[in-house]
């Protein structure tokens, strides 16, 4: 995959495979399924293959074709597929929208890709309602939009600001759509954040210094990848041991991106600060 975030996952995992003893292989999976049945057989029947480290969702379709060797999924967070490491994305949502109606927005929007797949867009809905629930705030189904295959990121926020309730925050679950976005309502001449807070998720390198920086959801992708390498290793060595799933916290971090309804009159601070959620 060529996010960022998936990539620092990866590098957490090799640096920890090399302590333990594993040679890696790295297979991309989800462009094409055909070929990537054919691709992950092939692997599995001549690859010597003692446990498995899948990075995302996708690999859910081709899970049969591995049989009984040893499994960790990573970035998803499901608890009725054992073991995983990754993030609770209702509690990250959950911290997000929470701080943003902290902050006296009211409409708020939550962009998705198509590639998000179902359990994990109900995970991000759940946390959107969740944090409006506590607020005392109506929740409309409509805010959380999720981007059809193809759809460009400035086709999505066109949609966003046609709306009839148009937003004054949009939490988007990646940097990448995030960064997309600032660009896109910066065409359509909207100001960021006098009249619209954008905020993401992931945290990557450069979501500092694009401007305006954005807030953003931290967390900490190359932890991910080697904590879901020990949890591997803890199910494949001499006695395999039955191991819990981990949930990582993750972090608000407020930047320049983000401020208070422009009706409020009162911006938020700009400075870099985080908020943690565990």
Not at 54 to 73: E, I, W
Not at 143 to 151: K, N
Not at 231 to 240: E, N, R, Y
């Amino acid at each position: 995959d060529e996010d960022h975030a998936l990539t620092t996952v990866l590098r957490g995992m090799e640096e920890e495979l090399a302590q333990v003893g594993f040679s890696v292989h790295v297979l991309s999976l989800g462009r094409d399924e055909r070929r990537d049945r054919g691709r992950l057989t092939s692997l599995m029947e001549h690859g010597k293959v003692e446990g498995i480290c899948a990075v995302g969702s996708c690999f859910d379709r081709f899970r049969h074709l591995v049989g009984a060797t040893p499994l960790v999924n990573s970035c998803t967070f499901f608890p009725d597929q054992l073991p995983w490491v990754g993030v609770d994305m209702s509690e990250a949502a959950f911290s997000c929208i929470g701080f943003l109606l902290d902050h006296g927005h009211r409409d708020i929007a939550t962009i998705v890709g198509p590639w998000v797949d179902l359990r994990a867009m109900g995970q991000i809905n759940l946390g959107h309602r969740r944090a409006f629930e506590q607020h005392g705030v109506p929740f409309r189904r409509t805010m959380v939009h999720q981007a059809y295959e193809g759809e460009s990121i400035i086709d999505l926020a066109t949609e966003i600001l046609r709306d009839k309730g148009r937003p004054t925050a949009i939490f988007a679950a990646n940097d990448y759509m995030a960064i997309g976005l600032l660009g896109a309502l910066r065409e359509a001449g909207v100001r960021v954040p006098e009249e619209m807070t954008v905020t993401g998720f992931d945290d990557i390198v450069i979501s500092q210094y694009v401007s305006p920086s954005l807030t953003t959801v931290r967390v900490d992708a190359c932890d991910m990848g080697d904590r879901a390498v020990r949890l591997l290793a803890g199910l494949t060595g001499p006695v395999a041991r039955s191991m819990n799933s981990i949930t990582l916290p993750v972090s608000l971090v407020i930047r320049d991106s983000c401020g208070s309804p422009a009706s409020t009159g009162r911006p938020t601070p700009t400075r870099k600060t985080e908020r943690r959620s565990t």
